[in-house]
């Protein structure tokens, strides 16, 4: 099993940068792909990147690519998010998920076994 604790969120203006931070623990962190997703209020979960276990194939939303850049740390079981140019779109609460069922990454929620508790991002205009 792999436990998940995300932190940097917070509340930003328009054009501000953040960045997530994912602390994994537990099962060998180098073995998962790893996503980011994120859920505004009414609004189903939505893939925002992923990274494969060696660091390879960062993908991204459309919403996201150029804005966003994730990252992995192996050493320190750690997964970033660097969020530049933020919208007041991008508000949401911001869940990073590991898996294995593709070492590349996915977009699909279904490919993660396990997921965080979220950290909220708050973007004002």
């Known amino acids: 099993q792999v436990q998940l604790v995300e932190s940097g969120g917070g509340l930003v203006q328009a054009g501000d940068s953040l960045r997530l931070s994912c602390a994994a623990s537990?099962?060998?962190?180098?073995?998962?792909?790893m996503g980011w997703f994120r859920q505004a209020p009414g609004k189903e979960r939505e893939f925002v990147a992923s990274?494969?276990?060696?660091?390879?194939?960062?993908y991204y939303d459309d919403s996201v690519k150029g804005r966003f850049t994730i990252s992995r740390d192996n050493a320190k079981n750690t997964v970033y998010l660097q969020m530049n140019n933020l919208k007041p779109e991008d508000t949401a609460v911001y869940y990073c998920?590991?898996?294995?069922?593709?070492?590349?990454?996915?977009?699909?929620?279904?490919?993660?076994?396990?997921w965080g508790q979220g950290t909220q991002v708050t973007v004002s205009s």
């Open positions: 998920a590991a898996g294995r069922k593709s070492p590349w990454g996915s977009v699909e929620r279904g490919a993660y076994d396990y």
């Open positions: 537990g099962d060998t962190f180098g073995r998962y792909a």
């Open positions: 990274i494969s276990w060696v660091s390879t194939n960062p």
